[in-house]
């Protein structure tokens, strides 16, 4: 199949389940992968941030892309994440996801290694050049410092640089400024402007963005793909009210004592418990050095689904 | 050779040599590593920010290791970054280095993830007991968000997780809580406390740190081990003069314009400049996507050497 | 009048007009709080970040209050910010803005001081009950570092120490959070949840905003009031166009070269070249140690009007 | 008295006694200076963030310095700080303290506002245009973002703007190249390079500098001063150990239960209790909204007290 430009709709970051042992979990991935599809999404991002792709070994990125590739076939696009530090390593990782049959790659800003806009824009640049398939961006401000400024992100679009933006900062003001130039610039048609964001779908969507990469949707695809084509038909009531059952789901990523663990450590457990909780993963467990939940934590995260009506 | 405990001097970080093709430049590497040793430097360390590891691909870490190991041949304490974001990444890291014959490997907080302190000592926890040489703890907030906190470190030495820390910080108060700690507390005997600061190290020396890791010292390793030597025997006045010399030397790491450049491409491009200028190294390149220093910038390096008596 | 509960609609935070010696120009207050009645707007917040009130003595301060108060004369309410580092000197501010008429006090968490978030409460709480008149939470990270946890913003609400909150942080997320909580929790009828951006209004009410604080909206006061009028009737396609407009109107924040300014000098700075351009104030001057826009970015902001069909 | 040039020596930040109604406590304001002087102090600084300056009404500021100026009578120098958010703020405290007989005031940065090194150096310009003391310049990172850049201030030092640096950062590589600058720059004689660190003075002496300005010397005032001679006099062992009793001492600042409240609450807390203890100040209350410390963390104080052989 053909890369979509734009790409559009529902697109998770797939949780990559593991074993006790942290070893990737293929049957469990399959499961997943399956529930996301009858779920209605519209493509799948693999070795995201929510996909714990910092954490996972080389050789288990490639099972994980491997795994998927072969089991959806063709049927939606498959992103997968080149998460590192800079522009070689990148490429590195570039060519083993595609070389396992990813159809776009996912980059972020060089990170670690300190960085100016010039660097950026020189780093976007190499991978691209050396990527046989289409390179989105990825703007983490959580995970990397700074930000991708909206008029580099858009003057790499316009030299054919990037295809699309994955935006996980949160600020639709400057994500509407993307949005703005898309379309307004010579040669930046088929971008592709998707928020990162769980709680703001529906704003997105109604100030032009063409999609969402929620992490939640791992736990809820039915419930953001009905908030997807609530938007596109216009009902913005209903998507609101949508957009508000899933904002109040989204609660279960605290489920974690701030005290005991980060927020990686609750967001990332509370997405595998849940998906536990529903039957689609067989164990809950994340990768280290993540601080896993409690039994008691595990309980809050039920009730959360209970609240949302997914027990 | 035994790991030396605690290990002592100067080590420097070393640069990695390029070609202009961005392939580690195996000649000129060996002809720096001459350089250090002739400088009488008491260790090695590959693979740390100033060796570009963050922009070396794997390969090209593993060939760095093992030339490096190869040439020097147990001569001196030779240890190896193994830089990565999390625990199962760093741990892939340490077995392809100690393979390639590292002594001790040299490990970050983990980034990119969000952290928590509890994170921080289960990650260190599990890489060494995952690792088959010592484990040096690297602070370096400039890359790594946060600190690692004294009272962390030392209970994790005093555990016989950790067998030193290498503060990059700057911060000589944190610093010298670690060292005051030290000694202090059963189980920390052996622990090696070394300054990442090029500017501060008679100040460090002063205050009881075992050594130094400075990036200049790839410039001028005599430089260092003179000031280690004065240090050592008490002349604190003409440690301090040496000090101060390195200090104005230091300011070719700004011969980058900032408008141009981050602060990173300058610094490492003026290193590297220094070391062709010299004479020590066949190509002043460094890794993608940093910004190249211009003729008219490698020219204020040139002065840099000429001041301080190196050309 | 009774100060309304909910605070609703579009709200300016105004700017102060300076003369060329930085004293407040009177005639040309007047005539800007002439200029935003006649464009509709619903209230007046004095005062505030894009007021420059970091940079107004004590006196200015109270200048301004006293003039705005005398001239409206209850026709619309008027808030003052209470701008200052801790809570004994914001409850002088708090006294003196009333005592000068203010019929609300607007107010951030503790600045320059290191805060905590139990630090944070008692701020508030030792506030409110000094204050004759409502407390409104001011959330604006770039000034004040940190955030306002929705959970601590409702918690004060339900319990009567605040009215409202001015949200500048930009993030819709979090800020749907705070709307979502209120009404769902006892006691917080009346809360009035108002967004700070400019940039993201129609969103901002989509998702259940009682009104926004716009700074451009000094410049372009009917657009913002037309805006909010749209979104009242839910005519949200027209909405979202006319918020695009004020969205490229915004451009104009960027006349001033980074090179040369930050980015306050320059939003400041090009908000009063345009209401001196639209012949609203006498002199753009803004206070110091802010740098003056040049001729030529002057021409910039009357290019940013002349776009939006303002000149 | 001339205000010395350059200032030397041992200025403690004076801590601020409050009653148990946040009042200025004036009698343990004096017992506290009478204190100091006892302990052979150089200077007294006034309105610092030891201070609690920010916590301060300006009528409590006013009172610190009449009260102190008229105890001590021309003694020793007292400086003020002139702590506010930017220029004309500023001047209206530099104005109000010189009036109470400060005879050097003390500036930071612009905070609140956002800045850029082109606004700091136009901001000390012009405080020190409208002063009629000398201006000390004060960087403060923790709470004034950014930092002042050693090229920035040793530029104003040379145009006669700025008559010393009291640099808070903890950062000893950017002192020592302040310290280098003065004297190998025109004009920069007199100029006072002041540390603001508790635990690197030795250090700070041994690099070059003129002076230091612990907050724990409101503790232990003799002990400074007996570190200060040392160095002075080239006994460095003997000038480091007396340091490192008073690193230790300085653990008193952790007292405060940190998931309970902020540093600052902790640490101001704890130098008051530590006075309270010694029998210096008639009470340990700190100004709001900081927590109070609990008896338990008190009794911490106390221990610390006593290890330090000061009770």
């Avoid at 942290?22 to 996909?51: M, N, Q």
């Avoid at 130039?181 to 769980?198: C, I, W």
């Avoid at 039915?222 to 949508?242: P, Q, S």
Wanted: with cysteine; proline share 7%; net charge negative.
């Amino acid at each position: 199949m053909t890369f979509p430009a734009p790409l559009t709709g529902v697109v998770p970051p797939v949780c990559t389940p593991l074993t006790p042992d942290r070893e990737v979990d293929v049957p469990s991935l399959l499961s997943l992968v399956d529930h996301l599809v009858a779920g209605g999404v519209h493509g799948l991002f693999l070795l995201g941030s929510t996909s714990e792709a910092a954490f996972l070994t080389d050789r288990g990125r490639r099972q994980v892309v491997e795994t998927v590739v072969a089991h959806v076939g063709g049927q939606l696009p498959v992103l997968a994440g080149a998460i590192d530090m800079t522009t070689a390593r990148v490429l590195d990782h570039v060519a083993a996801v595609t070389a396992a049959g990813a159809q776009a790659v996912v980059v972020t800003a060089p990170f670690y290694a300190p960085t100016h806009p010039a660097e950026i824009a020189r780093h976007y640049r190499r991978v691209a050049a050396g990527s046989p398939v289409p390179v989105i961006a990825y703007d983490i401000p959580v995970s990397v410092p700074g930000r991708l400024p909206a008029e580099l992100v858009l003057e790499l679009a316009a030299d054919g640089v990037l295809a699309g933006l994955k935006d996980s900062s949160g600020d639709l003001g400057g994500f509407r400024e993307v949005v703005a130039g898309v379309g307004a610039r010579a040669g930046t048609t088929g971008f592709s402007v998707l928020t990162g964001s769980e709680l703001i779908v529906d704003a997105a969507l109604a100030v032009g963005a063409d999609g969402a990469v929620p992490g939640l949707a791992n736990v809820d695809p039915h419930g953001y793909v009905r908030l997807y084509r609530l938007a596109r038909a216009g009902d913005w009531d209903a998507a609101r009210a949508e957009q508000e059952r899933l904002c109040a789901l989204f609660g279960l990523t605290r489920a974690g004592d701030p005290v005991r663990m980060g927020a990686g450590s609750s967001a990332l457990g509370a997405f595998k418990a849940a998906l536990y909780l529903r039957g689609v993963i067989g164990c809950p467990v994340t990768a280290e050095p993540q601080i896993p939940l409690s039994a008691g934590e595990i309980k809050r995260v039920e009730a959360f689904l209970a609240a949302a009506g997914l027990v």
